[in-house]
């Protein structure tokens, strides 16, 4: 029987005290670059995510603000987490672009934000999902669309 693992994990970990970190560090190592960021997920539910980044060395640039590269990672884990969570238990999505625009420079804790609508059926599409990411007075930083490549899971 197929189960939505991402939803199952989180729902069974968010209110365990220090659940969310742990469910941030195992959507980390089943998805090991993702990981890198250390992104750790203060909301989930359908269609809607929050995911915040600390800005610390590993993420910085030569100019001394967080990297775009790993802006674009929270904009992919924040839009994958918001849509994978709301999918049929026999759905399984994978990512085939990305787009990000920069709107400023990132510094502090960043926030990556999206709301979706989610298919209810494992249909073979391609969807897009938009996130926002802000920094700590609320400012866009960066604005993504990511698209979702969903279909049946196999096997």
Do not use: Q
């Amino acid at each position: 029987m197929a189960i939505n693992l991402v939803r199952k994990s989180y729902d069974n970990l968010k209110s365990v005290p220090g659940g969310k970190a742990i469910f941030s560090v195992m959507v980390g190592r089943a998805a090991p670059f993702t990981g890198t960021i250390g992104g750790r997920v203060a909301l989930l539910e359908e269609g809607h995510a929050v995911v915040r980044m600390r800005d610390r060395r590993a993420v910085r640039n030569h100019l001394n603000s967080v990297h775009a590269i790993a802006m674009m990672n929270l904009a992919e884990m924040t839009t994958g987490l918001a849509f994978i969570y709301g999918l049929p238990d026999d759905a399984r999505a994978i990512l085939t672009g990305l787009s990000i625009d920069y709107l400023k420079k990132g510094r502090g804790t960043l926030t990556g934000e999206c709301w979706c609508e989610v298919p209810s059926d494992n249909r073979r599409r391609e969807v897009e999902v938009k996130g926002v990411i802000t920094d700590e007075a609320g400012d866009k930083v960066a604005l993504a669309v990511a698209r979702w490549l969903l279909g049946p899971k196999k096997g």
